[in-house]
């Protein structure tokens, strides 16, 4: 007797704990040190040691009514400016707290914006390949995703499939930058065409569409290169941020919403995301853990360990003859199966107790991504391995 | 452009706004210890000093990428076998690790409990009066709120008006105990009658009729009352709890929710109760939270704090001639406005610069709510205002 908008979700379930469950049973089997686990995006660098003092400091300084206790819907104001501040320094945006929703993680802020944003049987956009949960979030408000097939040469946006897939219906559009699965960074030039194309869809269309930027990688990115700050390409732009990454606390469930004053009817748009995130349950964004961030702006998790695991992987992999998008940010490679479905290739992995996931979990098939953040340790182990493996193929 | 789903909250949202705007402004225009604000249930009694000194053993002596780190979407398993153990004891349950599912606080929680639950055009039955919050997250699901009238005797549950309103299309039935906002507990006698009648009522609709019981002022209980533990009473009973109160952290966002084996399909309830806590964008419960309540399972905050206002209060008020209901739980006295339009005599309160809350804001006109989770001096010092206030009625 549970929804029927629910029951899809269970047979699907049914598929991921299995997978989970293999993985848990292949460590018992073989020892946890004898598997090389790639499957979960989980960070293995710890959160910065300032976290830990932030959160004592708090504890030991301040009224515990305080710490512990409401605040407004958005978040802390203080917190917000802190953020707004930091933002504004580092990319000459022009931001106040006004602009800001502290929101219980990623996950939680687009639905925030979504909920704001979209009635049902609107349209809401996303690039294959895409972490498949978008979809459940957009259905959670009856809106209707429509996907973008891969730029399968460079996995960076397809505009001209994008052009097409743009209606009336269209409410919003939703970015991952640097990009999960594939590590790919969308560059200042790709986001400049991809303003203009929806500069002109909105007027073409007469109405505004939104671009949902997701951007838990924002700090995850290689070789210096520049993730750009969406904000400043197009008007209707609304960012979405998690510490998930950049300070290693994906459990703490920690993250905002931006919505700039340039966004049309900014006010009552950001007064709608407020109330979203109230009447969504979350209330507010967990309170101690609000004023942990605000003192740890400037800090940021070792991400020299994530580029090494990412050097060594990716050389190791193509020297065997693996073809891999070379990743710039974010902690994942995204691999080409050597056989046309990729998960034949994920099965032959297990024989060698590499777990990998496959495309088709990110609506992508021929393509498997790995999660390089795991030790370095097991990702020199893994690759006598996976030199097993390429044996299979080349 | 936001959603027109949305619309209907931004100008209800002023309302609000305005009135707290107005609390604010009246501080500081006579001072904060000369305005005696009964309009907030933010608990002002701290939390339990070991809630601290949990936090910080966790942060010494835990792993951080285990501290902050995902995990189960249903909590860590060590959590909720800490909590089911501690009801099993008090109370008698026979609840494991998989009964429970740990939230984002209880507002959360009841929005799991009916994602899980409602599909569009579905009942759910609430007793004025009541939160109206309730009514967001029934609308969050295209549900249909359906209202009990209150029993104006005594504020327990009308169960004459309850029996007509259970009709083919009720999935479920939120109550709440102890109560906002009157303060009443319900009796055991009560929740048997309620049970019994919702038993009659599932044969004859031949399906299940779910009680959804919010419990977030469980502990909150006076002179020795007993809270009833619902599951106990009726099998299709899903508990909402919370220690935004018992432990004084509303702000943390913490709870849970239980959902017994005695439920109608439990294993695949608990599974898309578990996928809805998921793909609601929360993920999980906040982590280092979880960890700290785990080691919390016997602290209480200081309830005879609330206990000496509770009595100070009540006494004072009705020995100058006003009409309360005694309350038993919570932190809330129901008080019958002297005049019919209640939001007259909450205008005439803010002469003395007394902030209550109108019954018409929890859908129960004629009465207003006094939030007596505040200093013990606003009590007293209130109490000369309160008297003049009485000297225009009585």
């Not at 809401?124 to 009856?142: H, K, M, T, W």
């Not at 994920?346 to 496959?358: F, M, Q």
């Amino acid at each position: 007797m549970i929804a029927e908008k629910m029951k899809p979700y269970l047979q699907n379930n049914s598929a991921i704990r299995a997978m989970f469950e293999e993985g848990k049973k292949m460590a018992e089997q073989y020892g946890a040190d004898k598997v090389y686990d790639f499957s979960l995006g989980n960070p293995n660098v710890p959160a910065p040691e300032k976290i830990k003092e932030a959160i004592k400091e708090i504890l030991d300084e301040e009224d515990p009514v305080f710490v512990h206790g409401y605040m407004s819907n958005a978040g802390f104001p203080h917190v917000r400016k802190a953020i707004a501040d930091n933002l504004n320094q580092r990319f000459g945006t022009n931001f106040s707290e006004e602009n800001l929703i502290m929101t219980v993680g990623a996950g939680s802020g687009l639905n925030v914006c979504l909920k704001t944003l979209v009635d049902p049987g609107d349209e809401v956009i996303v690039f294959a390949p895409y972490f498949l949960e978008y979809g459940s979030y957009i259905r959670n408000y009856d809106g209707v995703l429509v996907q973008v097939d891969p730029d399968t040469e460079s996995f960076q946006l397809n505009l001209d499939d994008f052009e097409k897939k743009l209606t009336e219906k269209t409410k919003a559009v939703i970015i991952n930058n640097p990009h999960n699965p594939t590590g790919v960074v969308y560059s200042e030039a790709m986001i400049s065409r991809l303003a203009a194309i929806m500069e002109e869809k909105q007027k073409a269309f007469g109405h505004a569409i939104y671009l949902i930027s997701d951007e838990p990688y924002r700090e995850l990115a290689f070789d210096g290169v520049e993730v750009p700050f969406v904000t400043k390409y197009y008007r209707n732009t609304m960012v979405v941020y998690s510490y998930s990454k950049s300070l290693s606390l994906p459990g703490e469930r920690i993250g905002y919403v931006i919505i700039p004053d340039e966004v049309e009817n900014s006010g009552d748009t950001i007064t709608a995301a407020t109330i979203a995130n109230r009447i969504s349950g979350c209330v507010n964004a967990p309170s101690l853990i609000q004023l942990a961030v605000a003192k740890c702006v400037d800090s940021e998790v070792d991400l020299g360990y994530y580029d090494r695991n990412r050097r060594t992987l990716y050389e190791g992999l193509t020297k065997m003859g693996f073809t891999c998008v070379k990743p710039e940010g974010a902690f994942y490679l995204w691999l080409k199966s050597p056989v046309e479905d990729e998960k034949q290739f994920v099965e032959a992995a297990k024989k060698y107790h590499i777990l990998v996931v496959p495309g088709s979990s990110f609506a992508c098939a021929g393509y498997v991504r790995l999660a390089y953040c795991v030790s370095y340790e097991t990702i020199v182990h893994s690759l006598p391995e996976f030199e097993k493996l390429a044996k299979e193929y080349f």
